[in-house]
């Protein structure tokens, strides 16, 4: 039997909006026991739980963030993530969002990868850190060549794992997993795993969105 999909209306930038940032929060409370256990391998076991509060106080903005301009959005999300995750990856995670929306604003027609890669150069200086150093930096300089490469997001989805796992083999050398030294060794990045699970996530809803 052949099922014919219908074809699926074309979104809104605020239904697309509502729906990112819903599967966002789905698919980071499905994994925050994962998150957590990979932070208790290497450090001190809360980044599922600071995750999951981050994504959860974005989805109670999400109907402001629905409904202003994108730069203004992203500024908005970083502003709330910074306040709600805590812990290292909360001013990470902050700045990322808050440089893409100060980067748009300043020039709305610069290309998105241009501005992400931007972005992610201010959340290593944020973090006073280098790809190579088992962070989620390991996650989003890749995704920023394959960005300016212009790798097709369906594809994105689908290798962004593979970024997060290269973390495994590396030593912590910022964060409290530096002080295990050569025993981080073996265990995946927390932050580079839930970078993972975003970006992919991102990358699925935009392509199901036909955004992309
Ligand atoms: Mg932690």
């Known amino acids: 039997m052949i099922l014919v999909r219908a074809p699926q209306p ?62 203004e959005a992203m500024i908005a999300a970083g502003t709330v993530l910074v306040m709600s995750i805590g812990g290292a990856a909360g001013p990470l995670y902050g700045t990322l969002l808050m440089e893409i929306g100060k980067g748009m604003a300043a020039d709305p027609s ?12 201010a959340v290593a200086r944020r973090g006073k850190s280098s790809p190579g150093e088992k962070t989620l930096l390991d996650v989003l300089y890749p995704l920023s060549d394959a960005l300016i490469e212009q790798m097709p997001l369906s594809l994105l989805a689908e290798e962004s794992q593979g970024f997060a796992n290269k973390t495994i083999d590396m030593k912590a050398l910022r964060g409290r997993a530096s002080f295990l030294g050569e025993r981080s060794i073996g265990h995946m990045d927390p932050g580079a795993a839930s970078c993972a699970l975003l970006c992919a996530t991102i990358c699925r809803e935009l392509v199901l969105a036909g955004a992309a």
């Open 10 to 71: 074309a979104l809104d930038q605020a239904a697309l909006t509502r729906r990112v940032i819903a599967a966002c929060r789905d698919v980071i409370v499905e994994h925050e026991a994962y998150l957590c256990d990979l932070d208790c391998a290497i450090g001190d076991g809360d980044h599922g739980t600071n995750m999951r509060r981050g994504l959860e106080a974005l989805t109670g903005e999400s109907e402001h963030l629905a409904t202003v301009p994108f730069s």
């Open 110 to 121: 610069a290309a998105f990868a241009d501005v992400f890669q931007q972005a992610v150069a």
